[in-house]
């Protein structure tokens, strides 16, 4: 075990990220963010904290986006679908999506499936936390990436969020 990120670290990134977002958003009018379940999502909550607590009197969209029934990588077991909620229109407009960590690029393939049953948008970014670069199966890269790592098919990466931490396995 070896931690990636600790506490500090892990604020300090998520800080920087959301900085970036918004360095490159000209109107946040024209802009979602989407967490992908189920580990996106807490990734994005503290990202849009973020966005809120450094662009004061703004309010970003965010919504969550499950995958489940369009991954193509868990065939073994029962599908149990997780929440989506996407209360606003994403026609036209930039999307970020936003998940942990990036490491196939199964995951965003499958988001970037879900997302046009909600419409056509102008665009489609992508913003992870960790990247684990070198392992990837399909050419998905990250446009906003916290830390990229190198690492064997055979570890894992874990955000511990009752540690605050990411941790290598």
């Known amino acids: 075990m070896k931690t990636i990120l600790d506490k500090q670290q892990l604020h300090l990134t998520i800080l920087r990220l959301a900085q970036q977002l918004l360095e490159n958003s000209v109107d946040l009018n024209d802009i979602v963010f989407i967490g992908i379940q189920p580990r996106g999502v807490q990734v994005g909550a503290k990202l849009m904290d973020c966005i809120t607590q450094l662009s004061p009197g703004t309010k970003p969209q965010y919504g969550i986006l499950d995958i489940?029934?369009?991954?193509d990588d868990v065939r073994d077991e029962l599908h149990v679908a997780n929440t989506?909620?996407?209360p606003f229109s994403i026609e036209g407009k930039k999307v970020i999506l936003i998940d942990d960590v990036l490491y196939t690029g199964r995951t965003i393939r499958a988001a970037l499936d879900a997302i046009q049953d909600f419409g056509r948008p102008q665009?489609?970014?992508?913003?992870?936390?960790?990247?684990?670069?070198?392992?990837r199966e399909l050419p998905i890269q990250p446009d906003y990436c916290g830390k990229a790592i190198d690492s064997m098919i055979s570890?894992?990466?874990k955000v511990e969020w009752d540690k605050e931490a990411v941790v290598l396995y």
């Open 68 to 71: 489940t029934f369009y991954r």
């Open 84 to 86: 989506t909620d996407i």
């Open 155 to 157: 570890q894992k990466v």
């Open 123 to 135: 665009k489609i970014e992508l913003c992870v936390l960790v990247d684990r670069r070198f392992n």
